[in-house]
């Protein structure tokens, strides 16, 4: 595990060092409010988390605590009916799912896992719970996932709500490596997905 | 790094294409004339070793990509389907040979099999989903084992310092799914044609003496052309089969392979076992699996010419039925949803007893605001699955109460 953690961070140090300077990472202060996912959507953390200057898209956001790789945090912000959920990896070739405005809850898990298998280069994806919840007063879903990247030998686990609020998809989304990370970093991440409010709610 | 398998194989097309390395230094083969007949499986020398400096070096790469692949999460290690595959396998090269293999299973969605040269075989899931009977893996199988034998990638390797088989396969479906870069000589190095033409023998000959049909492996090309081309057509795309440029206009002619394989296959008066049975059974529940992996590929053209294919040998049974109605249900354009449902329905007519069935139909007619069917379908689905993941939405979508101990996760 260890030569795994080591090499996850020398990757993450590839990944910080090919960021363009003017998308700098900055520092999120607690307990102060701040607008996600160049959106509306508003939240507020309960400790210090970092806000990566590479965005995942054009309306989403990546906060992490010790580098995206240990455990990174995605808001997505009012994601319009023909897009991706993130940026092509290949369009040409291997283009990712798009929005619909008609999703059903359960549509939103299965939209997620397909975008990642595809971008992941992974046949390791499982969602493994769907069940009710709300974002920012939205009625939506909660759901947990894991998988695995190529090249690793890591199991990752992942927990998201979402809602689709006038044909928008909004999400938020936390992940890291199942040993240690992912029960290091969620109860933040529940704070913070807890406290989201979003335009109109 | 995660893209680095297809930027590299699109790498190895384009040179294939433009300039051809290898093949260009290696003697130029008469590929063209169609052998007389297979040739006589030769003596088995037994347990390939090293023998010179150069082949030690290819086995010290080969033995830490093994290393990589042993440990990867990819393997499937399940025994009854490793039991199978080395079963086939064995069953076409003979047991002596059989034993100098190490094979490994990959969960991989895309047509690949290639063999290292100290003796490590891998075959991905989507060869095994591709595979018309256990006659064509064994071919392909057989295939990969004479370019071990015969020391293929040693020749490769003293021209090109890069090796493996996966181009072969993958360079007809080169980016329609994904692709796994671990290790070194996953490199898609291309063997030249006469190294092809000869494993596409000496593989036959493991086929025929084994009592498979030989005829079974000659349209494999074809096929995987056919469905890259179906992908590419529902991307908008132009369709590559017939387009003489770039990797087609001078690598493998693959109509000629097609041809002598055919000829071959009438020659050795083929009256074998395709095994399009023996091969179901033998992959048993992954078989489904595989089909899930490729559904969630969104490639919508590709996996619809690859259902049909497969319902051209088993009929359209209420398992592709219902995996059909899954790949209209995931696209949801406008109509698919209708589409879906009616192949659901049609799956249920035959009697498929999965409950996803109802749940793909349930979901496919709420999302046409077929509340009271759909809510129906959604009840039947958790009654067979009451402890299913998403048992807690589907209960609220159905309709159904919340069970106190089913409320969302915290």
Known sequence: ?201 | MKRLGLARLSAALLLAGAALPVAAQLPAAPAAAPPAQLPPIPAWGGTLEPQDRDERGLWMMSADDEQLIRGSRFVIDDPALNAYVRGVLCKAVGADRCQSVRLYVMRVPVFNASMHPNGMMQIWSGALLRMRGEAELAAVLGHEFAHYERRHSLAGFKQARAATDAALWAAFIPIAGLAVSLGALQGFFIYNQAQEKEADLGGLSFVQRAGYSTAAFADVWERLIAEEDAGRVARGQKPRAGRRSGFFATHPPSAERMTYLRALARQAADTGDPGAASLRAGLGAWFGRFLEDQVKLNDFGGTEWLLADLARRDGWTGQLLSTRGDLYRLRGQDGDMAIAAGLYREALAKGHADPETRRGLGLALLRQGQQAEGQAMLKAYLEAKPDAGDAAMLRMMAGLPSPATAGPTQ
Do not use: C
């Open chain 1, 1 to 201: 595990m260890k030569r795994h953690i080591l090499i996850a961070a020398a990757a993450a140090t590839l990944v910080a060092g090919a960021t363009p300077a003017a998308a700098a990472n900055r520092l999120i202060v607690p307990n102060v409010a701040v607008a996600v996912a160049k959106s509306p959507m508003m939240v507020q953390a309960d400790r210090e988390w970092n806000r990566l200057g590479a965005r995942p898209g054009p309306l989403a956001e990546t906060w992490t605590l010790d580098g995206d790789v240990l455990n990174r945090l995605d808001f997505y912000g009012g994601l319009l009916a023909g897009t991706t959920l993130f940026r092509e990896v290949d369009r040409r070739n291997r283009p990712l799912p798009k929005l619909r405005a008609d999703m059903l809850p359960t549509d939103i898990p299965t939209l997620f896992e397909q975008s990642y298998r595809i971008a992941q280069n992974t046949s390791l994806f499982t969602i493994d719970s769907v069940a009710p919840a709300t974002l920012g007063g939205a009625n939506g879903v909660r759901f947990t996932y894991s998988f695995v990247r190529q090249d690793e030998d890591v199991t990752r686990k992942g927990e998201a709500v979402a809602a689709m609020v006038g044909g928008k998809l909004w999400l938020i989304s936390f992940e890291a490596p199942a040993l240690h990370y992912f029960d290091a970093g969620i109860a933040s991440a529940r704070t913070i997905i807890a406290s989201a409010k979003l335009p109109g709610k």
